[in-house]
């Protein structure tokens, strides 16, 4: 099993490279589920989402998010209506989450509701949230307390940050199969996600970084640090917050203690001669996922080298 | 203020007349809520709804329900993620129950919440519900019991009814502002509605046929049997169940004790001269409703008789 820890966007990019390298029902990605969000009354889960739409290949390549074709009709009218539409969710869409909700209100967990859209959407990989208890990525600002996406959409993570938390998470259990998955994996990516704020909330929940520090599977990360920033989003500046320098040294320095391997961009090469000072494995590739083939050269070449040193490790 | 209670379609265009020729702040329209379907986890008043979309002059004409233009790309796949779609939604229609929705959960009533949506469409006519408690039609059947739009849509009201009844109005209450607009209205006009089903469940509300019964108001029914039938819908099967006649005797019979004024189609003018031997007044009009100059004709003609009547009663 190749199992992948994932946020949204960058995660499912180079998901979709790996589904086309690992036969499907071997591949399982643990998501972030702290910047879910009760929207219109309906649970959203964006980067669960991201990564079924990734896998069901309906993922809109142009937003990065939500499903390829997408019309805005209903979220024209909430507008009309007086609604909130900052955050958007499109026609095709809405149904995720008029399912997904359904599912959750009849009793059903988190992971029992993705499986069943998972199945729905033809994918025989694993989904799995980190959670199925309730943990919300909070960010304090000078002006208050913001769930995720009223940080990342409604401010454009353009407001001071002052602390990240993620509430619930120390009552939070893993969902099941995640510590399972970990343990026996053949090899562990860390998708080029956020290391604050999409990967933190995932290592948050008690038991996934012990899982992490002795699984014998080697564990190597893809950075999403692109010549000393954040490739996208407010990586850089979250990690300074955490007292991690916003380069990719930051990124070794956030998994140091289960990290076999990190791959790094072209751009950093001078960076990385620095941390191979250290035990760490650095390897250089081409990060930035433009194209369906930038995707699977990178899943190639990442899996291509946590297999191998699978020996070494073990 | 004139008040007409009304179910869905039928109502929605004799409403659509009317609209054209009272002011629109002194129409009230006293709507069926016994229909109310919780739908994909969201509150859906299909008669509210009608109303308020033909107020907005949004409501489809071609299907008679839902908004002119709408799409169904939400429900597409929503029957892709295997839920059910047999009771259909459009993209816009979507927000109205989504908004609705959101309402009742933040603790709003189902007035106050229809009042909002009303406002936000651009209405100045008042849309009351009939109550903001919740009552539910149920069609006992020999296969079981049935809510009303289990009845109405998905078995495409083709199977036996042994028993309508409405559950929960005997402890609903009349939503404010019903009881005191019939009290006080200049005339009352009964909607070409289902007698049983639409505008039975608003009589079953305890204090509104009391109020029907004690109003100065000269009360007018359009007849929603023409021909010797129902234009459309069950009415005249759910009429005989309930041991009346399906013809326009059957109307005045369900209405007799606060009645003044029937007015019937054309068809059934040789009914109507057996009716005229009691002292209902009984008139004949075109009621079949094709286009806008149908409903503000039968509009006018409802509006002017039970004006004139006005007079006689007080």
Redesign the interface.
């Known amino acids: 099993m190749i199992v992948v820890l994932s946020g949204g966007s960058g995660g499912a990019k180079l998901v979709q490279g790996l589904a086309c390298l690992v036969p499907s029902e071997n591949l399982t990605v643990i998501v972030n589920t702290a910047d879910d969000v009760e929207w219109?009354?309906?649970h959203v889960s964006p980067d669960v989402d991201s990564l079924l739409y990734a896998l069901a290949g309906i993922l809109s390549t142009d937003r990065g998010w939500g499903l390829q074709g997408?019309?805005f009709?209903?979220?024209e009218?909430?507008a009309?209506?007086?609604?909130p539409t900052w955050f958007r969710l499109g026609?095709?869409d809405?149904?995720?989450h008029?399912?997904r909700?359904?599912l959750l209100?009849s009793g059903k967990t988190l992971s029992a509701a993705t499986a069943?859209?998972a199945h729905?959407?033809g994918i025989h990989s694993h989904v799995l949230p980190m959670s199925d208890n309730r943990v919300a990525t909070l960010v304090e600002t000078p002006s208050g307390t913001l769930n995720f996406q009223e940080y990342f959409v409604r401010e454009r993570h353009q407001v001071e940050v002052r602390a990240v938390h993620f509430e619930g998470a120390d009552k939070a259990k893993p969902a099941p199969g995640v510590l399972d998955c970990i343990a026996s994996a053949e090899a562990v990516i860390f998708a080029p996600s956020n290391p604050v704020t999409s990967i933190g909330p995932i290592l948050a929940v008690p038991g996934i970084r012990e899982a992490l520090c002795h699984t014998s599977a080697p564990i190597a990360a893809v950075s999403p640090i692109i010549g000393g920033d954040a490739f996208s989003g407010p990586a850089g500046t979250l990690m300074k917050r955490k007292g991690w320098p916003s380069t990719i040294a930051g990124v070794a320095q956030a998994y140091e203690d289960f990290l076999d391997m990190l791959i790094v961009d072209l751009a950093d090469h001078s960076d990385a001669d620095h941390l191979r000072e250290g035990a760490l494995h650095v390897l250089c590739a081409n990060t930035v996922m433009k194209s369906m083939q930038d995707k699977q050269e990178l899943a190639r070449f990442t899996l291509h080298a946590a297999l191998q040193a699978r020996g070494n490790k073990s």
Request: net charge positive; glycine share 8%.
């Open positions: 219109w009354g309906l997408d019309t009709r209903c979220l009218r909430m009309a209506l007086g609604q026609d095709l809405l149904a995720t008029l399912a909700t359904n209100r069943a859209l729905r959407m």
